[in-house]
């Protein structure tokens, strides 16, 4: 591959949701979003695939195989953004698998197994909070009740079944977009790292071993809301101390317990929130991941452990809730082997790592043989106006994208 | 003094600015601040008071005595509130002034000495941020610059002058208000404790040997906004680890330095706010207090060297602004002695306590011999609907004030 449209074709769909920032506001389902989808499902016809919508509004671009009874071949990723989000997060995944495909189709390649590139609907769950919607249907991981579906709405009060029936999907047949895992004989997915570790490394490749899920908790801590000044130190009951102590804890524990852990609290809040009074209620957020199942659970029973004993310690009360928890997937050995091997055949530098981040990729995973190629974000900035990633790494990763696909689809 | 009108004016008054919750929402200068004024203003006719309103829109009541040039006896305290604040904060001290006026009336008592009551206006500083503004102007300490009071408005764009004009103040010639402190004999303020020092001990009566001022600051801790999954434990610049740090250590510091010390983070807010996001920037709120200056400095100092090596270590930049500053102050001791003399020959247990809050007396203080009386808060609550003191308390509070104003206007 010596010519790219990739770069073209990222400025024009970025075209589609930009802000004045210079970042991408392109929520799912949104008039933004339906115009990169329009975009891409142009250039899906013009490189002569065959294009559908399924019942979950993903779109399906089909580039045949000479054997269209064998399973295919799958690249996918997403073209939704956060609010204010970046240029490369989930778009592209899509159009490296675009460029993939407008390579084959020039130089008229085409192999027994089809080739598919798949533009999942909603995977990061802002406007809509089902997070990873359109693969999780498609392996028939979606399991939301109708009467939830049919009521969601975004902040606008624009229900979900609206936007997804204007994008050609069909909200109260979800059920059909499900397919058998056996039609899938790989699925590949090119994603930005939105880390640190490869521009830490200095290499251009991360080949993913392991998808390294979250759990989610809430925290509320409650003491008593008194006089910041009438109140001597020896007689609160101050839940936002109670907090610090919990919050390094967590630090601590997730450090202790396992390297590849991390634990945040991205979120507190507190109430009644005057300079003047003590914290009569503190909530936090947890967000806790590791590929190592086990080590996660240690360090949720440990978390635990502490905040029984804080409250204990501090006369607080405290309810802690599970808000969200998905498992982490290792990814297929013999599809990390075929990535590593190619890098190693075209001598571009690659480490194996783990993503921290959840993506497509990860429920697909629990399915079919994932392969999941990392390229780097410049200093680790991604969900951000200032996400950026070198062309030249964008360049090395479709090109271990394209021919990790010219193995599979033989 | 066998009855008690207090009672039944407390319920009065408390008409003013009652909220649904059985709290009181009683802003200064406010249409419930307003009514509150004019059944205070009757109720000071009715006992003989001469009334004035001084160019702060304090409230100046003048039961007279028989040698009117020897200087005044003062009671004062306030009738505005915190927004959902209590029934009994400000209220309770110039209605157990009233209380001591009427006993006097209706006994035929006078005193060579002058008696006068004051409302002092805007103590709270709630809705013009502007806090003991009354007391501040009557003594002098109130600097703020013409061009500012002139432009002050509220969060609906009402102004402050405008609102003094209708209470009968003059803003433009505030200055008029300062009075010569060789005027007044002494000061007293009765007040609810609004801690749980007297309740932890079970007396009736706390009197107050200094009052406590606070110190404020606004710490700002920036570190990295990255992703939640994707950012390993040991790339973080976390800098609501680092607040945690520091929360802890403004903790222990003041304990370690001084029993009188109370050091309070009131308000903590984090950005972006996203559960699977690193916060990258925490800015939090300090209110450091203490009878003793030197120890209160030293706090400062010590948590602002935490600061700086918590920074050092993970990385972070901060910025430590200093909002608010005034002087703890102690109380006359002369004052002191006599209050407490007057609950030893009346039998009423208390004890000698310094106030966490500010009060309109810490303004005079500085001025004047100045008394303060606490009366007990029921589990230490105030600014809340659920504020309350009992009335056996409050009968044994006014009762004091009563016994020392006798001795004073003699």
């Known amino acids: 591959m010596n010519d790219f449209l990739i770069f073209h074709w990222l400025k024009e769909v970025n075209h589609w949701g930009k802000t004045p920032e210079g970042g991408i506001s392109r929520l799912a389902f949104s008039q933004e979003d339906k115009g990169a989808r329009k975009y891409v499902i142009d250039l899906m016809e013009e490189y002569g695939m065959e294009v559908r919508i399924d019942e979950a509004a993903n779109i399906i671009g089909k580039y045949a195989g000479t054997e269209p009874d064998l399973p295919a071949v799958v690249i996918g990723s997403h073209l939704d953004s956060v609010p204010s989000g970046g240029k490369y997060d989930g778009v592209l995944g899509v159009l490296s698998g675009l460029e993939v495909v407008r390579h084959l189709a020039q130089n008229n390649i085409r192999g027994r197994h089809s080739l598919e590139v798949i533009v999942f609907s909603n995977e990061e769950g802002c406007r809509y909070p089902y997070t990873l919607f359109g693969s999780s249907v498609m392996m028939g991981d979606f399991h939301k009740p109708w009467e939830e579906i049919k009521n969601m709405q975004d902040e606008q009060g624009i229900k979900l079944v609206q936007e997804i029936k204007e994008l050609g999907g069909k909200p109260e047949k979800l059920f059909l977009a499900r397919r058998n895992p056996e039609q899938i004989k790989a699925f590949l997915e090119l994603h930005i790292e939105q880390g640190l570790v490869l521009e830490d490394k200095g290499v251009s490749i991360g080949i993913v071993e392991g998808i390294s899920a979250p759990i989610r908790f809430v925290l509320k801590l409650m003491g008593s809301a008194d006089h910041a000044g009438a109140t001597p130190m020896v ?116 480490i194996k790592m783990i993503s921290g981040a959840a993506h497509d990729a990860m429920v697909m995973a629990n399915h079919v043989p994932t392969g999941m190629i990392f390229v780097p974000s410049v200093a680790g900035i991604s969900h951000n106006p200032s996400e950026y990633t070198r062309n030249e790494d964008i360049m090395k990763g479709v090109e271990v994208l394209g021919q990790t696909v010219l193995r599979l689809i033989k």
Chains 1, 2 share one sequence.
């Open 235 to 350: 007689l609160r009951r101050d839940p936002l101390m109670g907090a610090s102590e919990i919050m390094l804890a967590l630090e601590r524990i997730v450090k202790e317990t396992s390297v590849t852990a991390v634990g945040t609290v991205g979120q507190i809040n507190v109430s009644p929130g005057a300079v003047n009074i003590i914290p009569g209620t503190v909530t936090l957020s947890f967000d806790i991941r590791d590929i190592d199942l086990a080590a996660r659970n240690q360090i949720v029973r440990n978390l635990e452990k502490v905040i029984r004993e804080v409250c204990q310690t501090r006369d607080l009360k405290y309810d802690f809730q599970e808000i969200f928890n998905i498992s982490p997937v290792m990814l297929d050995t013999q599809m990390i082997s075929l990535i590593e091997q190619v890098c190693q055949e075209m001598e571009i530098p690659a």
